[in-house]
């Protein structure tokens, strides 16, 4: 059973930067294409940052050039740095990996942006 477990979160002024985590288990890292999702409140889930390989990155217009999504395999890890937050960046913040067309998800990490 694949496990995701998202930290990092918490509150930030608008300009400053987190680093969220997430910490895989339950199977074999390295294989699995890994994405960050976020869910504003009042509104439904939206795909933030992929990371297919771990040479490949792709991004929402929305972040892109702001948000960094990396990976450490060897401690199955998926991070997604967030430089010069907005107020509008504010939400619960979700790891997920697809695998064998099930979706797995964490718990998720509450980031707040004030303004």
């Known amino acids: 059973q694949i496990q995701l477990v998202e930290s990092g979160g918490g509150l930030a002024q608008s300009g400053e930067d987190l680093r969220l985590s997430c910490v895989v288990s339950g199977f074999l890292f390295s294989d699995l294409e890994m994405n960050w999702y976020r869910q504003a409140p009042g509104k439904g889930r939206e795909w933030v940052a992929g990371?297919?390989?771990?040479?490949?990155?792709m991004y929402a217009q929305s972040v892109k050039g702001r948000f960094t999504i990396s990976r450490h395999n060897a401690q199955s890890t998926l991070y997604l740095q967030m430089n010069n937050l907005k107020p509008e960046d504010t939400g619960v913040y979700y790891c997920?990996?697809?695998?064998?067309?099930?979706?797995?998800w964490g718990r998720g990490t509450l980031v707040i942006v004030s303004s």
């Open positions: 997920n990996t697809r695998y064998r067309g099930t979706d797995y």
């Open positions: 990371m297919p390989s771990e040479s490949n990155t």
